[in-house]
């Protein structure tokens, strides 16, 4: 028997936009079609508040008793944490996006508004306290570090160039490669990398390590390292623009590699878009 093949139906990208509204309208109800294992779509709510729980009576009876007022509000934002994102595992909005699984993305969500909360929290403590309260997270944080400088030989030379070499060249690349995956279109992108180089240099007189050379502006950082990001994130979306779409049940599968295959392909995109900014369709655009 044949493995049946991914290849069947054309692409999302060439679909009208009142199909892609509907679409994205049925994505936003919950609807998932083409469900195989059907037990990992089955709701669990009552299962789930019941370890949610069991863990926070755990919680409770093992921590000792302390008078400590931060480690106790750490403790309790802990316990909160977990119960948030249980709950939002099954009610939070999961956008238009179903693999692997929606809730997956409803728990992702849940975690960007306990990152946000906490940001909101430290926003309302003295730097000193927010300093602090983060040694209850990471025990070596609160330690003045040496502030690296990179303006301050700007000669040409390959000494000067393999200096500036760090782990940040590679969260650059592959920062602008994310970001060429959401946002899909060169011309922003290239806007975005240019003035963010404007927005180091305007701001260098605040954060000394903003400083850099001219070269390491323009050529490492614009042209090489974000460039090469969005260049291989574009061809990534063009890849993916093309490629046709049919997803067939894991157990249609007849061998074993196939089926690990397919389970693989599961954190895969389902279907991709193209996106048309238009950004010079008007001049208020």
Request: glycine share 4%; hydrophobic share 45%; net charge negative.
């Amino acid at each position: 028997m044949e493995s049946p093949s991914l290849q069947g139906r054309p692409n999302d990208a060439s679909r009208s936009v009142e199909e892609w509204h509907r679409s994205r309208d049925e994505m936003e109800d919950g609807v998932v079609d083409d469900i195989s294992v059907k037990f990992l779509y089955k709701s669990y709510r009552i299962l789930a508040l019941i370890c949610v729980f069991v863990y926070l009576s755990v919680e409770l009876l093992q921590t000792p008793s302390s008078e400590d007022m931060i480690k106790n509000t750490f403790t309790a934002f802990r316990a909160a944490a977990c119960f948030i994102l249980t709950i939002g595992a099954f009610v939070f909005p999961r956008g238009p996006f179903v693999r692997p699984h929606p809730m997956v993305w409803r728990v992702l969500f849940g975690v960007l508004v306990l990152y946000e909360l906490a940001l909101v929290l430290l926003l309302f403590q003295s730097k000193k306290d927010a300093r602090l309260a983060m040694t209850y997270i990471d025990s070596s944080l609160n330690i003045q570090l040496e502030e690296k400088e990179y303006a301050t030989n700007c000669e040409v030379t390959w000494l000067n160039v393999a200096s500036q070499i760090d782990i940040f060249v590679l969260a650059h690349s592959l920062g602008w490669v994310c970001k060429a995956l959401v946002i899909r279109d060169r011309l922003i992108l290239w806007h975005m990398s240019v003035t963010w180089e404007f927005v180091e240099m305007t701001l260098s007189y605040k954060l000394p390590n903003f400083a850099e050379c001219w070269w390491d502006h323009w050529v490492m950082d614009v042209i090489l390292c974000n460039g090469i990001g969005i260049e291989i994130g574009i061809w990534i979306c063009k890849y993916l623009e093309v490629k046709e779409y049919k997803w067939h049940s894991v157990y249609e599968y007849p061998t074993f590699c196939g089926k690990v295959n397919r389970t693989i392909l599961q954190f895969t995109p389902k279907s991709w878009i193209r996106v048309d900014w238009d950004i010079f369709r008007s001049t208020r655009r």
